[in-house]
């Protein structure tokens, strides 16, 4: 057998949330060709033409959301090379409301949701809910985007700007203390936006947009709010393994992630929680995939929301990880190792078949 050829995304920019850098070490250790190209390179699709597999971990930003999945579908089904993340892995990536319908289609246990794309229906729904309730955009990563409803008029009100108006992502000032007093930094992003304004009376010229400028429209989306919940569940799974730890809520907030405090105490994860994540990756499909659960209004643990990929350094500094059967294996391990080891054993065992003009491939 030919020594395998994998293709990484590589570019200057890359920091040190990238899992790159340690996916080309792993798969330089185990003797695979490792070609470095950037994925957004005009010329990919002949620069990877060659490759036996391509690997790209692609963020949660606009720029990221609007290239990789066009490039990484193009080379996944028209060149017939996998991919790291696939498909089934990254469709829901960043996004609630796919993720909403993922949990629906597969009957996972979940938070309660509703979702809706027309006015009418969800000023229905807030007229005869139950505060409260939790609104959230379908963007936004570490708590972002995410805010509590207390009563029919706040639901109102953001209900309207959503069908009405519109929101830009992390500007929900969500995090920001209320006072009448602004902050030095509210003055100043309001004092830019007003400079910005001008010349789009004079000129028509639109003024610039935020850095996540994927406007959110025309839906409405509310979980359940469950009370008592002190932390939240993240529960990490590639391929025959899971990571577990808890993450406390910000003081005074029901919010835990991106709180940026990780508990690795064993006895605050149950076992349910791990069993629970590997049948949903088996249902899904996954590569990789992170899961955020708390406890609903039964009682009952569920998924908040999932994510192919993760803060890769609070998973490895986990103190060990569990097997499908949750034996427990002491003892740290790089998820990106573990993604990597995955895909070559994909691309070793890669059934062959034929294109259009009967040429193995």
Not at 50 to 67: E, L, T
Not at 233 to 254: E, L
């Amino acid at each position: 057998m030919s020594q395998l050829c994998i293709a990484v995304h590589w570019t200057d920019r890359l920091d040190k949330y990238s899992y790159s850098h340690r996916w080309v070490e792993y798969l330089t250790e185990q003797k695979i060709k490792v070609k470095k190209i950037d994925l957004k390179h005009p010329e990919v699709i002949d620069l990877v033409s060659d490759c036996d597999g391509v690997m790209w971990h692609w963020y949660h930003i606009p720029d990221d959301k609007q290239s990789a999945p066009k490039i990484l579908d193009a080379i996944e089904t028209n060149l017939g090379i996998p991919v790291f993340p696939n498909h089934h892995t990254r469709w829901h990536y960043d996004e609630k409301i796919s993720q909403y319908y993922l949990l629906e289609a597969l009957d996972l246990p979940r938070i309660k949701t509703w979702l809706f794309w027309d006015y009418k229906q969800a000023l229905t729904f807030i007229q005869n809910a139950n505060y409260p309730l939790v609104f959230k955009l379908s963007v936004g990563a570490a708590s972002a985007n995410v805010l509590i409803v207390n009563n029919i008029e706040e639901a109102i009100k953001y209900l309207d700007k959503t069908f009405k108006q519109t929101f830009f992502p992390y500007t929900l000032n969500e995090f920001e203390h209320k006072n009448p007093l602004l902050s030095i930094r509210e003055w100043k992003s309001r004092l830019k936006r007003l400079y910005h304004s001008i010349p789009y009376f004079y000129s028509g010229e639109y003024p610039p947009v935020p850095e996540y400028y994927l406007l959110q429209k025309n839906y409405a989306y509310f979980q359940e709010f469950c009370p008592g919940n002190e932390r939240d569940i993240r529960i990490t799974v590639i391929g025959d393994r899971a990571w577990g730890f808890t993450r406390p809520n910000r003081p005074g907030d029901f919010r835990a992630s991106g709180s940026g405090m990780v508990d690795y105490d064993l006895n605050k994860v149950p076992l349910e929680a791990v069993r629970m994540a590997f049948d949903a990756s088996h249902k899904l499909n996954s590569q990789s995939m992170a899961y955020d659960l708390i406890y609903n209004k039964n009682k009952e643990l569920a998924i908040i929301e999932v994510t192919y990929c993760f803060v890769r350094f609070a998973v490895h500094d986990a103190p060990g990880w569990w097997d499908s059967e949750l034996n427990w294996h002491k003892g740290h391990l790089h998820p990106e190792d573990a993604q990597a080891e995955d895909f070559i054993n994909l691309l070793i065992n890669k059934p062959k078949t034929a294109d259009p003009q009967g040429r193995q491939i």
